[in-house]
Structures are given as structure tokens and as C-alpha cells.
């Protein structure tokens, strides 16, 4: 699958942009609290925003991407204020990919969605009382050349999810850059 963009687009992306970390997603910080102490998978981290942000409130962190110049940036950023970040390069439009990576006290997706195999096998990856915290571009967002409809996380993507996780919380925002959502759910 090829989402907001293929792998030269993300790599050439990350190359050239500048030497600053950007702010992490606004949902994540004010929902930091709803993530379990410990371990975070952060799939499709990207250069780090988010994984840097949960680095600095004392969560060992594994970000996963495509973009190996994303990872790069990710682990030059940690370094420089001193945390170690596992970082592994995956193409998440193999179904399988997230099968062997590990178990997780919490499983971040932001600005990515997961297809029908991926969701199935994200319990298996999840702790008991683990968190799934996923957030990004939702259903009302307008469809344009960089996002299409099938970027779009939709609810019908978490019936595959519904008998091993209850959703705590819900969350619809609208914002200059769009629609977004955020679905956090607690695994039995």
C-alpha cells in the first residue's frame, strides 16, 4: 500500500528538512495519560516527533518506518539529548511485517492506517491492559493528490480489534490542517 506518499517520497521528505524536531501530535500530549507505563511501539514514527516526546516522559521507545532517512534523523535527534531509541526499518505494506517484532506495553499509530492483517495481529503485540493509540487524518477529511479516501482511518477499521479491546476514548478534532480522529483502546 502505498500511503500519502511512496518511500523516495518520504526519504527525499526527510532529507530535506531542517535540523529541528517538530512538535508532537497535540492528541498524544493531551492524552499522554491514558498510555500504560513502559514500552511503546511507535509504527511509522517517521523522524521521531512523537517518540522523542514519549522518550522524554519515560517510555523506552522502538519506532518502526520505511524511511531509513526518517530512522536516521530519529536516532541523531535521541542521541543529542541522550536516549536510546530502538528503531527498525519495515515496509508496512507487507501484512506481515509487524508479526516478530514484539510484545508492547502500548502500540502508537499516528498518520498511518493499518490493514485488515495488521489489525488482526496487533493483539498478539499488545500487553493485557496494553494501549492502542491511534490517531491521525479521520473519515471527514478531504480527500486531495497527497491524501486519498483509503488514507482515511474510518471506524469499521476496529471491528477486526472490537473482541480483544474496549475503547476508552474517542476523540474528534477539527484543525487549519483538517479532520482528525483519535481511538484509544485498552486491551482485555
Known amino acids: 500500500m502505498e500511503y500519502i506518499g511512496n518511500k523516495k517520497y518520504w526519504d527525499d521528505k ?3 528538512r531542517s535540523d529541528n524536531v517538530l512538535s508532537p501530535e497535540r492528541s498524544i500530549v493531551e492524552n499522554l495519560t491514558c498510555f500504560k507505563k513502559g514500552s511503546v511501539l511507535d509504527i511509522a514514527c517517521g523522524d ?3 517518540a522523542l516526546y514519549l522518550l522524554e516522559n519515560g517510555f523506552k521507545v522502538t519506532g518502526v518506518d520505511f524511511s531509513s532517512k526518517a530512522l536516521e534523523r530519529l536516532r541523531n535527534f535521541a542521541k543529542r539529548s541522550n536516549y536510546f531509541v530502538n528503531t527498525r526499518q519495515i515496509d508496512l505494506s507487507v501484512s506481515n511485517s509487524l508479526k516478530n517484532i514484539g510484545i508492547f506495553d502500548n502500540v ?20 493485557e491492559g496494553g494501549i492502542l493509540f491511534i490517531c491521525g487524518f479521520g473519515h471527514k477529511h478531504p480527500v486531495d493528490s497527497k491524501i486519498r479516501n483509503q488514507d482515511l482511518i474510518q471506524q469499521e477499521d476496529f471491528q477486526y480489534i472490537n473482541k480483544s479491546f474496549n475503547l476508552i476514548k474517542y476523540i474528534e478534532s477539527e484543525e487549519d490542517r483538517g479532520f482528525f480522529v483519535t481511538y484509544i483502546y485498552r486491551k482485555y
Open 48 to 50: 521521531g516527533r512523537n
Open 14 to 16: 526527510f532529507a530535506s
Open 108 to 127: 502508537l499509530i499516528n498518520h498511518y492506517r493499518l490493514n485488515k492483517k495488521q489489525f488482526l495481529d496487533i493483539e498478539n503485540q499488545i500487553t
